[in-house]
């Protein structure tokens, strides 16, 4: 808990020049934001789930990454209020499914497919930004992790309908994918 309450507040603390997408092209990044709607093409933030991710809620990530660390920090607005929802970086870009975004990036690649190992599937070696939404259906999330995306393949947030589990056999699961927004990170 003191983790994630330091964590929120350093983030909360950077000047809003340095969340701008120009301050984080020279520091890692460039993320993503969008408006969520019914698939279409060319459409940047998706809802697979209407009732869940209502269309017309909002979602903004940003990566910042200085030296060996990156940090993700998520916002969303006008989702359910007081609902807890699990969220990570995804390899592939949004789609049609909810499974064309592919499986979450992870820093050393799990060489088993889908990743439930707790060695790979866990918030040091992935994106991990659960949250919990208030009464707007609005929250904020932050993952901070020692390494960097360096061009790796990441190109989407995904929001899941669960909190993400850690257990044998189940870690880095979090249920049915309900939206998906593009995003870049670099």
Request: hydrophobic share 40%.
């Amino acid at each position: 808990m003191r983790r994630t309450l330091l964590s929120v507040t350093a983030a909360l603390a950077l000047p809003a020049a340095a969340l701008s997408p120009a301050a984080a092209a020279g520091h890692g990044g460039h993320g993503g934001h969008g408006v969520f709607e019914t698939y279409r093409t060319g459409a940047n933030a998706i809802t697979y789930d209407t009732t869940k991710v209502p269309v017309g809620s909002r979602a903004s990530i940003m990566p910042l990454a200085q030296g060996k660390k990156t940090t993700v920090v998520l916002w969303v607005y006008g989702l359910l209020p007081y609902r807890h929802y699990g969220a990570h970086v995804h390899v592939k870009s949004c789609g049609a499914a909810p499974a064309d975004s592919g499986p979450h990036f992870q820093n050393e690649a799990d060489p088993v497919q889908p990743s439930v190992d707790p060695k790979y599937a866990n918030p040091q070696n992935e994106i991990w930004l659960d949250f919990a939404t208030d009464d707007h259906g609005s929250a904020f999330a932050v993952s901070n992790v020692l390494w960097r995306f360096d061009n790796r393949p990441a190109a989407a947030l995904v929001i899941h309908d669960d909190h993400t589990h850690t257990g044998p056999g189940e870690a880095g699961t979090a249920g049915p994918r309900l939206a998906c927004l593009n995003a870049t990170f670099s």
